[in-house]
């Protein structure tokens, strides 16, 4: 078999955030959240499978990757494996369209596209649900990179829950709202911690439970304003999530720190001109970027604002983008 099949995926932005797993292995999640789709932000991936390959090979950005992603690549590689009932290895070539090294989380488009890529190589042609489910085994927040527009992600936490019941759907297509994710790049250094660990330290925070008990209503009222395009009646919500994300990482043991002085000056900054009239709300993921969501016809002039900030290294504003999709050019 020899069938060479290239995949786009694009990352995505939460706005109710995962943070910590209740099934770790399976990357099950403790809570539902809710997402956009990154436009602007892609990764494309080439996968084939060849019978004259002994193990697997995994290139990233042109360079064999690091022992870390290999091995990560090549587990759900396995998985695809496995689903197809084959044995045979895998070429597999991925490159974003935005720096690794800018700090933007890149696992969610890598792991959508390769888990698409991957399943059309192998011949199975999975449903939009399956591969949410599978692209979650590979990177939690990739099961929300397979569909389009406006997404959320069913955590699936109740004791008799299987792992085909967690999985990301499409709440709203991308031309829905003209929302912007005006991104403030504040650090090009590679995370400290990755992801992956913060999930796993979440549960030393004596706050977990808290969030986790109080979360549902945050996350009824969000996907209700969300659907209605009420960019005010969902901001405080989401500046909210993102401090309480980053609360439960400080007080981890031991604790993760991803601010900078930077970020906390772009923080304040968009409350400052919130209060003169710019209706915009801040998020973080895990990294000192700030991501900043304003209504379309506001980005521009964000995007002004934010250049002039010290310490801000580069602004980039991505519109909702669509789901992962076969393409016809590939890497290799
Ligand atoms: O998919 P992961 O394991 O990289 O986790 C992503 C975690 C956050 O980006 C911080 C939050 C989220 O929901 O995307």
Known sequence: MS???????????ALIKYWGNHDAKLRMPLNDSLSMTLDALTTETTVEFDSA???DEVVVGGEPADEKTFTRVAEQL????????????????SRNNFPSAAGLASSASAFAAL??????AAGLELDERALS?????????????????FVEW????????????SYARQLMPP???????????????AKKVGSTEGHALAHTSPFLGERISRLPMRYHRVRRELLAKNLKGMGADIEAEALELHMLAMTSRPPIFYWTPE??????AVRAWRAEGLEAYYTLDAGPNAHILVQASDAAELAQRLRALEGVRAVLSSAPGGGARVIETHLF
Do not use: F, Y
């Open 115 to 120: 888990t698409l890529a991957g399943t059309r």
């Open 154 to 165: 069913l955590a699936a936490t109740n004791v008799t829950s299987t792992s085909d019941q």
């Open 78 to 93: 396995a998985r695809i494996r496995q689903l197809a009932k084959i044995e045979t290895r895998a070429r597999t070539h």
């Open 53 to 55: 390959l002994e193990n």
């Open 3 to 13: 069938n060479k099949i290239t995949a786009l995926a694009h990352s995505n932005l």
């Open 133 to 149: 489910v599978l692209a979650r085994q590979g990177s939690g927040s990739a099961a929300r990179s397979i569909p389009g527009g």
């Open 263 to 268: 970020t906390v000056r772009v923080m304040d």
């Open 175 to 189: 031309e829905a709202w003209a929302l912007r994710d005006v991104i403030a790049l504040v650090s090009a250094d």
